[in-house]
C-alpha cells in the first residue's frame, strides 16, 4: 500500500482510473479543471475537453449507452448546462457506470454565483456522495461506478474547491480494475424517451430510489461518530473538517451520500444526543432535510454565504474563536488586471472610445470591466455576450451595442446566440477574443485554438467561415495590438446595415511570450497626462512626480502604450535604462 499527498481533484482522477473508465469528457471550468487534466495521463483512458457541458454529458452518455464506465466533469455552473441531458438520464438509467462530477465554489473564487449543486440531486432523482477530503474524494468516485451500474442511474459526485485544490494523505491500495464494457443490448423501451417509455421509466424511477434510500441508510458514507452527548451535529462536505477542528468535543453525523438522505439515521443519531445543530455551506439545506426527517434543530448563527470557517463555527455556538494572524495594515491596493502585453487590452481601450453599450461574458476579459478600462457593462454567463447584444439593441435602437466572448466561450454557448441574431434579422456587432486558448482557467484547448485534451492537434474552428454559415453579413480579423487598426475594425463593424463579427486574435501574452525588448519613459518628454496609465498595464505606474514609469521587469514590449502616447515619451528601453524603467 502507498501512501501519497493528492488533491480531491487528482484524487477523484484516480479513483475514476482505478474503478475502470475508459472515457473522460468534460468542460474546464474552475474548481474542477485538473480532474481530466490528471485523468488523461493514466493508461486506458481516452479523455476529453468538450465544447460545452451538455454536449459532455451527452457524449458520456453515449459512452454509458454502449456498456463503457465514464467519467464527466465541470464546476456548478456548468451542471446548469448539462442539466437536460442529466434528468432524462435518470429515467433511463445507464449500461456502463456514469459518474458526473460537479464541482461548487462557495466564497466565489472564480465564479460568478456560488449555487448549491445538492440541490440538482434532488431535483433530478440521481444518487450524490460528498467527500470531505480527497482520500474520500478517491474512494466515493471509485464506488460511485459500481452504485451507479448495481442501481442503474447516474451518479454525483460533488466537491467544492476547498476539497478541490486542498492535498491530503491517501491510500492508493491497488491499481486498476479493468470493467469489461458491459454487451450493449438493443432495448428502446429503456433508452428511446419518447413519452409512452418515460412513463414507465418514471415508475421505475421511483423505485430504483426506494432501493437507494435503502442502501443509504446502511452506507458507510454516513456514519455516526459519538463523543460528547450534550451536542450533536450534522454535517456534510468540508464543512466536517471545519466542524471537527472548531468543536473537537462534539458528537457528529457525517454525510456522504446527502441523496437519498437517510432519515433514519438522522432520527436515530438525534435520539442518541440532548440536541442536534446543523452546519453546512450555502444552506439551509441539510437543516431543512434533517427538520423534514422529524428532529428538532437548534437555531445556530451560520452564514449563508460563503465558507464556513472554524472561526465562523465556533462563534455560530458562542464560543471564542481561535488566535488568528492580524491582516498587515498599510499595503497597497492590488486589484486584478489584465496581464502585461493582454491582447485584449486594445480590443477594451478601442470600445472605450466608441462609447458603445459592451455586453460582455466569462473568461478574463472580463477584467476589461475594471477600472482604468471600464469598457464593458455586463457578464452574466457563458455565452451571454452575444445574446444580450441583440436584446439590448432590440431596447435601444439608437446606440451601438457590441457583444464581447472570447474564443472559448464562443464555442461553447455563442455560436447559437450569433446564429440567434442572423435569423432574426438583427444588425448588431459581436467580438469574438480569440487567443488561442482557454486562458482563465488554464490554457485549455478548444475547438477554435485546435488542440485537444491530450495535447495533440485537431480540427480548429474558421471563425470567419463560421460567422458567415451562421448568417454574418460581415465578418474580419483583425490584429489587437494594432491600436488604431481596432478601433478603426470596430467602427466599421459598427457602422454595418447587418450582422457584423469581428474577430480580434493574437495570442495569450502567458502563451507565447514576447521577445521585444521592453519600453521606458523618457522623463523630459512625459507630461504626466495619463492616457499610458489609462491602458490599465500592470506594468505602467505613475511615480511620486506624477509622470509615468514602466517596470522594466515585467514589461514584455507589446507596444500598446508607445501607440497611445501622442508625445512620444515612451521609448525602446536600453543601457540607458534605470531599474524603474525610467530613460536617462
Not at 462609447?355 to 457593462?377: F, S
Not at 457583444?403 to 442572423?422: Q, R
Not at 454559415?469 to 478603426?488: N, R, Y
Amino acid at each position: 500500500m502507498t501512501r501519497t499527498l493528492l488533491s480531491g481533484n487528482e484524487a477523484v482522477a484516480r479513483g475514476a482510473w482505478e474503478a475502470g473508465a475508459i472515457v473522460g469528457v468534460g468542460y474546464p471550468g474552475t474548481p474542477s479543471t485538473e480532474v481530466l487534466e490528471n485523468l488523461v495521463r493514466y493508461e486506458g483512458v481516452r479523455c476529453e475537453w468538450a465544447p460545452n457541458e451538455k454536449v459532455a454529458a451527452e457524449v458520456a452518455a453515449g459512452v454509458s449507452l454502449a456498456g463503457g464506465r465514464v467519467l464527466v466533469t465541470m464546476k456548478h455552473v456548468g451542471l446548469n448546462v448539462a442539466a437536460d441531458p442529466l434528468f432524462t438520464l435518470a429515467y433511463t438509467g445507464v449500461g456502463g457506470g456514469y459518474v458526473l462530477f460537479v464541482a461548487d465554489d462557495p466564497g466565489m473564487h472564480s465564479s460568478q454565483n456560488e449555487q448549491d449543486s445538492r440541490r440538482y440531486a434532488f431535483a433530478a432523482k440521481v444518487p450524490m456522495f460528498e467527500p470531505s477530503d480527497p482520500a474520500e474524494a478517491l474512494e466515493m468516485t471509485r464506488l460511485a461506478f459500481d452504485l451507479s451500474e448495481e442501481h442503474d442511474v447516474p451518479v454525483l459526485v460533488r466537491s467544492t474547491t476547498r476539497i478541490s485544490h486542498s492535498k491530503g494523505v491517501v491510500e492508493l491500495d491497488g491499481g486498476r480494475r479493468e470493467a469489461a464494457p458491459r454487451p450493449y443490448r438493443k432495448d428502446p423501451a429503456k433508452w428511446v424517451m419518447v413519452p409512452a417509455n418515460a412513463r414507465r421509466r418514471r415508475v421505475d424511477l421511483e423505485e430504483r430510489l426506494a432501493r437507494l434510500a435503502m442502501h443509504a441508510e446502511a452506507s458507510e458514507l454516513n456514519r455516526m461518530e459519538m463523543r460528547d452527548r450534550t451536542l450533536g451535529i450534522v454535517v456534510d462536505g468540508a464543512a466536517y473538517r471545519v466542524v471537527r477542528e472548531a468543536l473537537p468535543e462534539a458528537s457528529v453525523l457525517k454525510i456522504g451520500m446527502v441523496h437519498p438522505f437517510p432519515e433514519g439515521l438522522v432520527r436515530s443519531f438525534a435520539s442518541q444526543v440532548d440536541e442536534v445543530a446543523v452546519v453546512e455551506e450555502l444552506g439551509p439545506f441539510l437543516r431543512d432535510l434533517v427538520v423534514q426527517a422529524g428532529v428538532s434543530v437548534r437555531d445556530v448563527d451560520i452564514p449563508r454565504w460563503g465558507e464556513v470557517t472554524p472561526a465562523s463555527v465556533r462563534s455560530a455556538f458562542g464560543l471564542p474563536a481561535a488566535p488568528t494572524r492580524e491582516a498587515v495594515q498599510g499595503l497597497p491596493d492590488r486589484p486584478p488586471l489584465m496581464c502585461p502585453g493582454c491582447p485584449h487590452r486594445g480590443v477594451f481601450w478601442a470600445l472605450k472610445r466608441l462609447g458603445a453599450i459592451v455586453t460582455g461574458d466569462i473568461g478574463c476579459y472580463t477584467l476589461g470591466a475594471a477600472p482604468p478600462l471600464a469598457a464593458m457593462d455586463s457578464c452574466l454567463c457563458m455565452g451571454a455576450g452575444v445574446s444580450m447584444a441583440h436584446g439590448a439593441a432590440l431596447a435601444d435602437p439608437g446606440r451601438p451595442v457590441v457583444g464581447v466572448i472570447g474564443d472559448s466561450t464562443f464555442a461553447h454557448s455563442g455560436i447559437t446566440g450569433l446564429v440567434h441574431m442572423a435569423y432574426n434579422g438583427q444588425a448588431g456587432t459581436v467580438v469574438v477574443l480569440d487567443n488561442r486558448t482557454t486562458a482563465m482557467t488554464g490554457h485549455q484547448g478548444n475547438p477554435v485554438s485546435g488542440v485537444t485534451l491530450s495535447g495533440e492537434p485537431g480540427a480548429a474552428l474558421d471563425l470567419e467561415a463560421l460567422a458567415a454559415a451562421c448568417g454574418a453579413s460581415w465578418a474580419s480579423t483583425v490584429d489587437p495590438f494594432d491600436l488604431q487598426g481596432t478601433l478603426e475594425a470596430l467602427r466599421e463593424a459598427v457602422a454595418e446595415p447587418g450582422l457584423a463579427v469581428l474577430i480580434a486574435k493574437a495570442p495569450c501574452a502567458l502563451l507565447e511570450k514576447s521577445v521585444n525588448d521592453p519600453v521606458a519613459v523618457d522623463e523630459e518628454a512625459c507630461t504626466a497626462c495619463g492616457a499610458c496609465i489609462q491602458l490599465g498595464c500592470p506594468a505602467i505606474s505613475r511615480a511620486e512626480s506624477g509622470i509615468a514609469q514602466v517596470d522594466a521587469m515585467i514589461c514584455v514590449g507589446c507596444g500598446q502604450c508607445v501607440q497611445v502616447c501622442r508625445f512620444g515619451a515612451i521609448v525602446p528601453a536600453g543601457p540607458a535604462c534605470d531599474l524603474g524603467g525610467n530613460a536617462r
